[in-house]
């Protein structure tokens, strides 16, 4: 059985809407509805495009190159400048880390309620600058004394109360400014691109991928050469660099101010989400004509300021918040009892995502192991090079995690994309669940990877040195992290932009972040556990301080296990995926030639 769905309309949208002039007219505008600066319809070839998202390029990677200038040192500055142990400066870098993500949350909130992503952009890159300056100033007046310390052996003398809660301000301001500011600015730079454009959606899906390579390389810069300005103790001069490029990155943003496609905010979204759920409550128990469901469409222009979502199946409770009676006039509609069909959609959106998204976490639960065991497993092999006895830092071997992005974001796009292609018949080659569960599968085999060269390092170990193997070993398991993070974090970018309304873009991004934070979280929990599990009375467990007394190749191994685990899972999840569409109305009302009027199988569900 079939259930006929009615949308209603406002009497406003009675009249039908009269087409466009001329299509070659039309299509000098963007078809997204976005605008310029002065709020008038964005016309193609005078706005947005690559100019306009080579500047946001070029801003994101001098930000990151900043961001990770005070980062990346940030635990060695807490213990020889502040004094910190090793225990406590780790703990205030998580805790300040997790504070950066923390804040991505309030970013993604004004900017999709009321300021719009330039305007929050904006101004959580001036607070950067500030807080970088006043870290920079603090430190060269008040932390870095005597003159000459700061260096692994000469550690800095004591400091007053007031000088430490400058430093805590200036970092603070670095973390708001830092988090608010990062996930408006991927979704900006996609804005530059009409999707509605068969060329233009083609550059707004590339435009993620080298988003995320301009991130890459501005870390890759940090990682190496301000790393090792601040590791000889010349905090002050990396802190200025970093502040410098803040500066820059900033003013090259605004300088784009004329060329920039913009959206206008949609208003507060949590108050729309809990109007759907409060009339969805309402409307329980209420009735409806037998065969027939009566749905509130709204006017031509959302409560969200974006465009109409059609009705989909799923989460079909939640269609009671936009049940209207067909044969009343609709009046003053009070949103707490009647939401429109556009606004139950943007809640079944979130509610679609959510699986998708917690699958992800664990994903970043692998990925966050290069930035820790992978440092402490390559401390404890060979690190000597022929080169003048040159020792390799285990740290740097970051950098071909960083090289891996580069060259697999390059040889996707230009090559592996465009072949898969036409082996498909899809023109933009794989999806981007497609991506991500790939990207889920490499990262097991890098854990794989990773506990095997840790089985033969730890095979190799004597007592007069930690292992015969050397930290070049370490390149594939590296490698395999690179291939995985761009197929997982670059795919969630563009899936996340895609498949959230046009009201909640930046909260998507905000939820990448997220699953970020969350997945160092609970890599934290895990090696906790593994750590009380294993540990027992003469036994060292998984991961002692001695790595040859324990197992950190079954830690890896169970990672891998994991990691295949929530593969499973993502598999079951992304195969029940189904997105909402946007703008007008379903092909079943052209095929029925009746306005308003769509049937939906299984609506009988309905009651």
Request: glycine share 10%.
């Given at each position: 059985?079939?259930?006929?769905v009615?949308l209603?309309?406002?009497?406003?949208m009675?009249?039908?809407?009269?087409?466009?002039?001329?299509q070659?007219k039309c299509?000098?505008?963007?078809?997204d509805?976005s605008?310029?600066i002065k709020g008038?319809?964005a016309?193609?070839?005078k706005?947005?495009?690559?100019?306009?998202?080579g500047?946001?390029l070029?801003?994101?990677?001098?930000?990151?190159?900043?961001?990770f200038?005070?980062?990346?040192?940030l635990?060695?500055?807490?213990?020889?400048?502040?004094?910190?142990s090793?225990g406590d400066?780790?703990?205030n870098?998580?805790k300040w880390?997790?504070?950066?993500y923390?804040?991505?949350?309030?970013?993604?909130?004004?900017s999709d309620?009321?300021w719009g992503?330039?305007?929050t952009?904006?101004?959580?890159?001036a607070?950067f600058?500030?807080?970088l300056a006043?870290?920079?100033?603090s430190?060269?007046?008040?932390?870095?004394?005597?003159e000459?310390c700061?260096?692994e052996?000469a550690?800095c003398?004591?400091?007053?109360g007031?000088?430490?809660?400058?430093f805590?301000?200036?970092?603070?301001?670095i973390?708001?400014?830092?988090?608010?500011?990062?996930?408006?600015?991927?979704t900006?730079g996609?804005?530059?691109f009409?999707?509605?454009?068969?060329?233009e959606?083609?550059?707004?899906v590339?435009?993620?991928?080298?988003?995320?390579?301009?991130?890459?390389?501005g870390?890759?810069?940090?990682?190496?050469?301000?790393?090792?300005l601040?590791?000889?103790?010349?905090?002050?001069?990396?802190?200025?660099?970093?502040?410098?490029?803040?500066?820059?990155?900033?003013l090259?943003?605004l300088?784009?101010?004329?060329?920039?496609?913009?959206f206008?905010?949609?208003?507060?979204?949590?108050g729309?989400?809990?109007q759907?759920a409060?009339?969805?409550c309402?409307n329980?128990?209420?009735?409806?004509?037998?065969?027939?469901?009566?749905?509130?469409?709204?006017?031509?222009?959302t409560?969200a300021?974006?465009?109409?979502?059609?009705h989909?199946?799923g989460f079909?409770?939640?269609d009671r918040?936009a049940?209207?009676?067909t044969d009343?006039?609709?009046?003053?509609?009070?949103?707490w009892?009647?939401c429109?069909?556009?606004?139950?959609?943007e809640?079944k959106?979130i509610?679609?995502?959510?699986?998708?998204?917690?699958?992800t976490i664990?994903?970043s639960?692998?990925?966050?192991?290069?930035?820790?065991?992978?440092?402490?497993?390559?401390?404890?092999?060979?690190?000597?090079?022929p080169?003048?006895?040159?020792s390799?830092?285990?740290?740097?071997m970051?950098?071909?995690?960083?090289l891996?992005?580069?060259?697999?974001?390059?040889?996707?796009?230009r090559?592996?994309c465009?072949?898969?292609?036409?082996?498909t018949?899809?023109?933009a080659?794989?999806?981007?669940?497609q991506?991500m569960?790939?990207?889920l599968?490499?990262?097991?085999l890098?854990?794989?990877t990773?506990g095997t060269v840790?089985?033969?390092r730890?095979?190799?170990?004597?007592?007069?040195?930690?292992?015969d193997?050397?930290?070049?070993?370490?390149?594939?398991q590296?490698?395999?992290i690179?291939v995985?993070e761009v197929m997982?974090?670059v795919?969630?970018?563009?899936?996340?932009?895609?498949?959230?309304?046009?009201?909640?873009?930046?909260?998507?991004?905000?939820?990448c972040m997220?699953?970020?934070s969350?997945?160092?979280y609970?890599s934290?929990?895990?090696?906790s556990?593994?750590?009380?599990?294993?540990t027992?009375?003469?036994?060292a467990g998984?991961?002692?301080?001695d790595?040859?007394?324990?197992?950190l190749?079954?830690f890896?191994?169970?990672?891998?296990?994991?990691?295949?685990?929530?593969?499973?899972v993502?598999?079951v999840?992304?195969?029940?995926?189904g997105?909402?569409?946007?703008?007008?109305?379903s092909?079943d009302?052209?095929?029925?030639?009746?306005?308003?009027q769509?049937?939906?199988?299984g609506?009988?569900?309905?009651?």
């Open positions: 059985m079939k259930m006929r009615i209603v309309e406002d009497e406003e009675a009249a039908p809407t009269p087409l466009p002039p001329k070659d299509c000098e505008y963007t078809l509805g605008v310029d008038r319809p016309v193609k070839g706005s947005g495009g690559w100019l306009a998202g500047l946001i070029v801003n994101q990677g001098l930000a990151t190159l900043a961001f200038g005070v980062n990346v040192n635990v060695l500055f807490l213990t020889r400048v502040l004094g910190q090793n400066a780790a703990n870098v998580s880390t997790g504070t950066v923390m804040f991505s949350l309030i970013g993604a909130f004004l309620s009321y992503r330039y305007k952009c904006a101004i959580f890159q607070i600058v500030l807080g006043l870290l920079s100033v430190s060269h007046l008040y932390l870095i004394r005597p000459g700061g260096m052996h550690p003398g004591p400091h007053s007031k000088e430490l809660g400058i805590y301000i200036a970092l603070y301001m973390a708001f400014g830092n988090g608010g500011y990062q996930p408006n600015v991927a900006f996609s804005d530059q009409d999707e509605e454009d068969p060329a959606a083609h550059s707004k590339s435009f993620f991928s080298y988003f995320y390579l301009a991130l890459n390389l870390s890759l810069f940090s990682n190496t050469f301000l790393s090792y601040e590791d000889e103790g010349r905090w002050a001069l990396g802190f200025w660099a970093s502040t410098a490029a803040a500066a820059a990155a900033l090259l943003f300088s784009g101010t004329l060329r920039y496609r913009y206008n905010p949609g208003g507060n979204p949590i729309r989400v809990c759907v409060f009339a969805a309402r329980w128990k209420a009735g409806a004509s037998p065969g027939v469901v009566t749905l509130y469409e709204g006017d031509e222009k409560d300021g974006g465009r109409r979502l059609l989909t199946q079909s409770f939640l918040a049940r209207a009676d009343s006039k609709l009046g003053k509609r009070d949103p009892k009647l429109t069909v556009t606004q139950v959609e809640v959106s509610l679609r995502l959510l699986p998708i998204w917690l699958c664990l994903y639960v692998v990925f966050t192991q290069m930035a820790s065991l992978f440092v402490v497993q390559g401390a404890a092999m060979r690190r000597t090079t080169f003048a006895g040159f390799v830092p285990p740290s740097s970051s950098a071909f995690d960083i891996t992005v580069a060259a697999t974001i390059f040889l996707y796009r090559a592996i465009p072949f898969l292609a036409r082996l018949g899809r023109p080659g794989p999806t981007e669940l991506r569960g790939l990207g599968v490499v990262g097991a890098a854990m794989a990773a840790e089985h033969f730890k095979a190799g170990a004597t007592a007069a040195m930690s292992s193997l050397h930290i070049m070993w370490q390149v594939p590296y490698s395999l690179g995985s997982m974090y795919g969630q970018l563009e899936f996340f932009n895609d498949q959230m309304p046009d009201g909640l873009k930046s909260f998507g991004s905000a939820l997220m699953s970020m969350l997945g160092n609970f934290d929990v895990i090696v556990a593994v750590t009380r599990v294993t027992t009375r003469g036994r998984w991961i002692p301080a790595l040859n007394e324990g197992h190749d079954r890896y191994f169970l990672l891998a296990i994991i990691a295949v685990a929530d593969f499973a993502y598999l999840c992304a195969s029940r995926y997105s909402g569409k946007v703008d007008g109305r092909s009302d052209e095929e029925e030639g009746t306005a308003g769509v049937e939906i199988p609506a009988e569900r309905m009651t």
